[in-house]
């Protein structure tokens, strides 16, 4: 049981690249969700999912599309890179009950994306 | 603007004493508040949560207090033990479009000295 698995860990990108990065749980959870962190802001939504097949806008959505491919996975993309999405990506992932009540989430290790 | 805030940035603490983290929120529409630890390159793990119709929620060394008339919530570590020593969040988290996102705070970084 791994809980929730982000890759890759690490990844540098010139201004102008896009790329992908991929979030997989094994938990069964049918909520997941893509924060980022930066330094005196905490945790920041950027996309959601509440259950397969949905997506929505968090906070900071701007820059960033989402896929839920199935249950288990859910991706962000960056399609144009900026400095500003220089940050650490957060996964998460958590049980939502049938009236849409949600509670603790469980994260992955995180992405650190610097964009030069 | 943040609807969820941690003012203290960093706090330190000697070992076996009371460690308390502090937070506040602007949003009367929160519902349920946890906390959050993380540790240096890992992802946050959760820790401790309290139901809005709750004041007092304790869990082994942990207690989350919650003051909803002055929209505040605590988290008392006793006694503190070096291995406490992470970035503690606190969470909160209300219903929007019939789904509970959730909002947080900055973090505090606790040390524990030995």
């Known amino acids: 049981n791994a809980g929730v698995t982000q890759t890759p860990k690490f990844q540098v990108l010139k201004t102008g690249q896009s790329m992908t990065l991929q979030c997989a749980q094994d938990?069964?959870?049918?909520?997941m969700y893509w924060y980022r962190q930066d330094p005196g802001m905490g945790l920041r939504l950027i996309y959601y999912?509440?259950?397969?097949?949905?997506?929505d806008k968090g906070e900071v959505p701007n820059g960033y599309n989402v896929s839920r491919l199935n249950k288990r996975e859910f991706s962000l993309r960056l399609e144009s890179a900026a400095p500003s999405q220089t940050s650490v990506y957060f996964c998460?992932?958590?049980?939502?009950?049938?009236?849409?009540?949600?509670?603790?989430?469980?994260f992955g290790p995180g992405t650190r994306l610097t964009v030069t | 603007d943040q609807q969820v805030k941690q003012n203290s940035p960093s706090l330190s603490v000697q070992e076996g004493r009371i460690s308390i983290l502090n937070c506040d929120y602007t949003n009367s529409m929160f519902d349920y508040f946890l906390w959050y630890k993380k540790y240096p390159a890992e992802g946050p793990t959760f820790l401790i949560s309290i139901s809005s119709i709750k004041d007092k929620n304790e869990d082994g060394r942990f207690t989350v207090f919650l003051n909803k008339s002055a929209k505040h919530l605590s988290l008392h570590i006793v006694p503190s033990q070096p291995g406490d020593s992470a970035v503690y969040f606190c969470?909160?988290?209300?219903?929007?479009?019939?789904?509970?996102?959730?909002?947080f705070g900055s973090g505090t970084k606790l040390n524990v000295k030995p």
């Open positions: 938990m069964n959870h049918n909520s």
């Open positions: 998460a992932s958590s049980i939502t009950s049938g009236t849409g009540n949600a509670y603790e989430q469980y």
């Open positions: 999912s509440a259950s397969e097949g949905t997506t």
């Open positions: 969470a909160a988290s209300a219903r929007e479009y019939n789904f509970n996102k959730f909002y």
